[in-house]
């Protein structure tokens, strides 16, 4: 038993992390971050029914994500410090009420309102993944958290997919209606479900905010793992934020649904995350780190001939997702072993780098496609790949 184990209640020991419990948490974290990625199929939809620019309508997606963040350095620490499951209950009830906002938003303001309060509540997909780690026996542990990260991976993906069919039967709004609902009703199972969990490290609240930085100024390999994660998460993002004007506009000239059908190709990427977490608890860790950081830089290749090949694109897809997905969870695997009795603090260290990457990313590719169309949203995306290739490169004493 871990030093985490025994900080957990006496509830908390006793209820075996089953199957039905782990597939509970996968959901429930795809639920959560999928609200922050309904708008990037429906951002030319948005644009128009708003009267935005393209770009303007890209800062919605950059908004989640800073509020995701936010949400990272100052909310996920808490699960270090308050009772779990009460936590976790809380924030998805405020996550369902961002939704709300924005499904009956009518203006620019009122929809990054919603966006905002989702993005920053939505870190419950963090706090869920550390209790599964906590839960879980070590032997086992890289296989569960990666069989929750790929639910969070596939929330993202198929969030897309989802959004794409639901504007085409209804409008924009219906998608956030339809998010808030299904929040609600996972939000009610987990009520039900969880089971009390309380870590007792005796520091106050702004103590626990400062251990953030403490940590990730003492430990090597968190700096690292956040500067990959970054990258990784930048990609991701500068290839998905400008896919739908690309795909929405001749020769293409897409339905929502259309594009957000591409997310299944990304969600057959994501099913890695469960390969890589047996890989890891294999000790295949940096093997694993340094294939999907290959994959990354590879899979623009494919991407760069999307306008003139459906064929490319889906191939390029599934090689980034794949990429992304294993190079989280190998990072994921690899900070929850420095310091177990600080999991949720090193996720929030981690996965506020992470999310500041992907916001960057957002940013820089409405930019660069506003400028130079998708042959600039190819270089700043493989730059970013590379960038995280030679950081691993590099870093060989710090893994």
Known sequence: MNAADTLLSPASRTTSLNPLLVWLMTVATGLAVAGNYYAQPLLPEISRSLGISAASAGSIVTTAQLGYALGLLLIVPLGDMLERRRLIISMMLLATAGLLISASANSMSQLLLGTALAGVCSVVAQVLLPLGASLAAEAERGRVVGTIMSGLLTGILLARTVAGT?????????????????????????????????????????????????????????????????????????????????????????????????????????????????????????????????????AWLPLALAPHSIAALLVGILLLDLGVAGCHVSNQGAIYRIRPEARNRLTSAYMTSYFIGGAVGSLASAWAYGHWGWAGVVVVGAACSLTGLSAWELSRTQR
């Open 166 to 298: 639901l504007a085409d039967l209804g409008s924009w709004h219906t998608v956030y209606w339809c998010g808030a609902a299904g929040m609600l009703l996972m939000t009610v199972v987990l009520a039900r479900q969880l089971p009390v969990s309380r870590v007792g490290n005796g520091l106050s609240y702004p103590q626990l905010l400062r251990s953030v930085l403490s940590l990730f100024k003492e430990e090597a390999s968190l700096r690292l793992r956040g500067l990959l994660g970054a990258m990784a998460f930048a990609t991701f993002s500068v290839m998905w934020t400008s896919l739908a004007f690309l795909l929405s506009a001749p020769p293409f000239s897409f339905s929502n649904s259309t594009i957000g059908l591409f997310g299944l190709a990304g969600a057959a990427g994501a099913m890695s995350a469960n390969i890589v977490g047996r890989l890891s608890d294999r000790g295949h860790g940096p093997l694993a780190t340094r294939l999907s950081l290959g994959l990354m830089l590879l």
